[in-house]
C-alpha cells in the first residue's frame, strides 16, 4: 500500500529553527509537496520538490532525497504565525497525490 | 484575482438527505479535485475530474457523485447523507502537470450529519 508518515505534533520556541520529517512509500514518484494549513482554513501551497536535494524559499527550505523516500521541511527563524499544520504529499504514478497526516507545529514564546 | 469558493461555508443536514456542495473556480484550470478531511487522516481524495464531462472516483468516492458541465464548477452530492460523511471538505484545482500540477484549495466546507 502507499503510505506517507509524519510525526504528529512537534513543539518549538519562537525565533529557532524546525525540521519536519516525512517519509513516503508510494507507487511511483511525480514530486512531493509541502502545504501549511491554520487551524480552520484551507491547506496552501508552500513547496515543490521533483530532483534530490534542497529548494530554499525565504525561512522555509524542503529537502528531498528519492532513493531514502525521504523529505524534510525546514523552518527558520520561527514566528508565532507558523504555529499550523504542516501537509506532506506525493504524487504517485498516477499523478494522484497522497498525503499525509500532517504535523502540527506548536510555536512557544 | 482568480480564486476557488465553496458553498455553503456550513451545513448542518439530516440522516438520509439529498445534499449537494458547491465549488466554483475562476482559474480556469482543467483539474478539479473533492477531498474530506477528517481528524487523524490525511486529505482523502473523494472524486476528481480532469475536464468538462470527466469524472473519477477517488480512494473514499462510495455515497458520493459529481458532474463536470463546464470547466468552472465541480458539484459534489451526497445521494443520502450518513453519520459518517460529517467531515471538512475541501475543492482543490490544479492546472497541468509537476510543479503546475500544485492543487490550489477552496476555503472548505464544515457538514454535519444528524
Known amino acids: 500500500g502507499q503510505n506517507i508518515d509524519q510525526p504528529t505534533e512537534m513543539t518549538a520556541t519562537e525565533g529557532a529553527i524546525v525540521q519536519i520529517n516525512c517519509t513516503y512509500q508510494t507507487s511511483g514518484f511525480n514530486g512531493l509537496f509541502w502545504y501549511q494549513q491554520h487551524a480552520g482554513e484551507a491547506p496552501t501551497f508552500l513547496s515543490y520538490?521533483?530532483l534530490d536535494g534542497l529548494e530554499e524559499k525565504g525561512r522555509f527550505s524542503s529537502f528531498l532525497s528519492r532513493s531514502k523516500g525521504y523529505s524534510y521541511l525546514l523552518l527558520k527563524e520561527l514566528q508565532m504565525k507558523d504555529s499550523a499544520s504542516y501537509l506532506c504529499?506525493?504524487?504517485?504514478?498516477?499523478?494522484?497525490?497522497?498525503w499525509g497526516a500532517g504535523t502540527k507545529l506548536i510555536i512557544k514564546p | 484575482d482568480a480564486e476557488i469558493t465553496q458553498s455553503p461555508r456550513h451545513k448542518i443536514t439530516e440522516t438520509g438527505r439529498q445534499v449537494t456542495l458547491a465549488c466554483h473556480q475562476t482559474?480556469?484550470?482543467?483539474?478539479m479535485f473533492w477531498y474530506r478531511q477528517d481528524l487523524g487522516h490525511g486529505l482523502r481524495l473523494i472524486h476528481y475530474?480532469?475536464?468538462?464531462?470527466?469524472?473519477n472516483k477517488g480512494e473514499v468516492s462510495d455515497g458520493y457523485s459529481v458532474s463536470r458541465s463546464n470547466t468552472e464548477d465541480l458539484p459534489l452530492t451526497l445521494e443520502s447523507a450518513a453519520s459518517s460523511q460529517t467531515s471538512v471538505y475541501f475543492c482543490?484545482?490544479?492546472?497541468?502537470?509537476?510543479?503546475?500540477?500544485?492543487?490550489?484549495f477552496g476555503p472548505g466546507t464544515r457538514l454535519t450529519v444528524l
Open positions: 520538490n521533483v
Open positions: 504529499a506525493v504524487m504517485d504514478s498516477n499523478y494522484q497525490l497522497i
Open positions: 475530474s480532469y475536464g468538462v464531462q470527466d469524472t
Open positions: 482559474w480556469n484550470h482543467n483539474n
Open positions: 482543490a484545482s490544479s492546472e497541468g502537470q509537476g510543479e503546475t500540477d500544485t492543487q490550489y
